[in-house]
């Protein structure tokens, strides 16, 4: 049975908890975080204080180890490979690169070996990568010349960035592009623009191949003729794909006799002209 208090009224008191407990209470809470706060400060500033000195440890030794590794005979440079060459040979590539077999595969500078590689005018990219411990492989990208620009310096290679690169020794079967000077503007600078986009796509859709020279008339149009029977076409630098396809289309067909040229300039049409 519980017993309940009664004053001298005989009214019973009601239960109450002292405030100045209370108050007691949350300064003493307060007191202990703010405790805690300054106690955590500085066990975060040493754990990252520790991680930055880890990792400093960690990079010094990769330094030394890596140093290390260009004085060891064991990665010495036996054979330099080279891939993705047509038109530069294997022997030229390497000697460009100015790397020599003999060398420490850690110690060469492939840095400078592709800046050398890249400012040759038929390179167009080029990666170098150790293969350990004594190879190293080089992976040439070469300009692909569309076309052969005739210039009063003679004959280069357009590619299709319209580049013009000197030609490498080697036997190359591709369209001469005569009669430049149509090309050019007010200052006799030639703009050839169309005119790559004119090779790429004939070339994308395999007709390029079937052509033996183009001789521009102005920076729009050109007479093409084709290897072979030297068919004489007439064909505007824009929609070059389509004029083809529809070229494709009337040779299928028997030729009409006593036929001089063929005019695909004309959209949808075959024009001929005796």
Same mark, same amino acid.
């Given at each position: 049975?519980?017993?309940? =208090? ?32 300054? @106690?955590?400060? &500085? ?7 520790? @991680? ?15 140093? =290390? ?17 047509e038109m530069l040979t294997s022997r030229e590539i390497v ?37 350990? &411990? ?47 000077? =149509? ?28 052509i033996s020279e183009i001789y521009p008339v102005n920076k729009?149009?050109? !007479? ?11 064909? !505007? ?10 070229? !494709? ?26």
């Open positions: 049975m519980r017993a309940i =208090a009664r004053g001298s009224t005989g009214g019973v008191m009601p239960r109450h908890s002292p405030i100045y407990t209370r108050l007691h209470e949350q300064e003493r809470l307060s007191g202990e975080i703010e405790a805690g706060d300054i @106690i955590g400060r &500085p066990t975060r500033f040493l754990r990252w204080l520790i @991680i930055l000195a880890l990792l400093g440890l960690f990079l010094f030794g990769i330094q030394n180890a890596y140093s =290390a590794l260009t004085v060891l005979d064991l990665f010495r440079l036996e054979e330099i490979s080279v891939i993705g060459n000697a460009r690169s100015g790397l020599d077999v003999g060398a420490n595969l850690f110690d060469t500078d492939l840095l400078s070996a592709t800046q050398m590689l890249t400012a040759h005018p038929l390179v167009r990219g080029a990666l170098l990568l150790r293969q350990p &411990p004594g190879s190293l492989v080089i992976t040439i990208d070469e300009r692909r010349p569309l076309a052969l620009l005739l210039t009063p310096k003679g004959l280069k290679g357009l590619d299709e960035e319209g580049m013009l690169c000197t030609l490498p020794p080697v036997p190359l079967d591709l369209p001469v592009v005569t009669h430049t000077g =149509a090309l050019a503007d007010s200052n006799g600078i030639l703009q050839l623009g169309d005119l790559v986009s004119f090779l790429k796509a004939l070339d994308a859709c395999g007709f390029l191949e079937d729009e149009e050109a !007479r093409v003729f084709t290897v072979g029977d030297g068919l004489n076409l007439r064909m !505007r630098f824009e929609s070059a794909e389509h004029q083809a396809q529809n070229l !494709r289309a009337f040779l299928s067909q028997p030729r009409p006799e006593g036929m001089a040229y063929v005019d695909l300039r004309y959209r949808d049409q075959v024009v001929v002209g005796n």
